[in-house]
């Protein structure tokens, strides 16, 4: 059985006085909600905030990225260390924002994969196709180069303690999201895939869908059979309509 899992991404947004009032509304609007999980990955600055408000709650925090080396001459990075010391469980790898507007390969997202389980940290893996590769018929193709990109190089085993996201590029940011089916069929794909491997592993797994949660959306969407909680972008910033998707992962709170 796996539990619904639902992951605000803030993203480059926030500012102390905004992030107070948002995570207290969060933190209030969860309270009661206990049959899903729920985190909030926010920029660097703003773990040590995150840490005192969200700290006893039932939010957990982390981190959008994270250096695959553990300390250094690196200026500018910042390792899984220091996430770990800030009380993050879990880190964001291989956004597509990442990917494309920071270079980011499969190779740099699987070192960084690794280096986050090594510090007890939940990697949330992103995979997903553009609009192109969707429209070229490449989606299995792509994605499965992606997840591949783990099982090749540190088997499917280390998949049972990371989630994943299938978060396909044409849908994220755009307001215009994934059909419910859609969705599904990628994620049935990727556990199918997971599957051949290690069907334990699989079978537990989550799968998170992202690209243009909405409170409108959410619930028909964690109603597919394979979608195991949603990874919020734009939708993460709003109090009300944060917890509101919250409100539909305890609507189907087990898949499986
Ligand atoms: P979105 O972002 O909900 O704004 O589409 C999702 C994401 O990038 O994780």
Same mark, same amino acid.
């Given at each position: 059985m796996r539990r619904k899992l639902v992951v605000g991404n803030w993203k480059m947004n926030g500012s102390k006085t905004k992030n107070k009032s948002l995570l207290e509304d969060v933190v209030a609007g969860v309270?009661?909600?206990?049959n899903a999980d729920y985190v909030v990955c926010v920029p660097y600055p703003y773990l040590g905030q995150a840490q005192s408000l969200l700290q006893g709650t039932n939010v957990a925090w982390g981190a959008q990225n994270l250096c695959a080396?553990?300390? =250094?001459?690196?200026? =500018?990075a910042v390792s899984p260390d220091m996430l770990v010391d800030y009380g993050c469980t879990h880190v964001i790898i291989g956004h597509s924002e990442r990917r494309i507007q920071f270079h980011e390969t499969d190779d740099t997202a699987a070192t960084r994969f690794n280096v986050a389980l090594k510090a007890g940290l939940t990697p949330i893996f992103c995979m997903g196709e553009s609009r192109e590769e969707r429209e070229s018929d490449w989606t299995e193709y792509v994605v499965g180069r992606q997840l591949d990109s783990i099982i090749r190089r540190f088997g499917a085993d280390f998949l049972a303690k990371a989630v994943l996201a299938y978060e396909p590029l044409w849908a994220v940011g755009t307001g215009k999201p994934a059909t419910p089916e859609q969705a599904q069929e990628v994620h049935s794909f990727i556990r199918g895939r997971i599957a051949r491997c290690n069907a334990e592993v699989a079978e537990n797994v989550r799968i998170l869908y992202g690209g243009s949660v909405q409170p409108a959306n959410a619930s028909a969407l964690f109603a597919m059979p394979d979608i195991d909680g949603g990874l919020v =972008?734009?939708?993460?910033?709003d109090a009300k309509a944060f917890v509101d998707i919250c409100k539909a992962a305890c609507q189907h709170p087990m898949t499986a």
């Open positions: 309270r009661d909600l206990h080396t553990e300390d =250094g001459a690196l200026t =500018g =972008g734009r939708c993460s910033l």
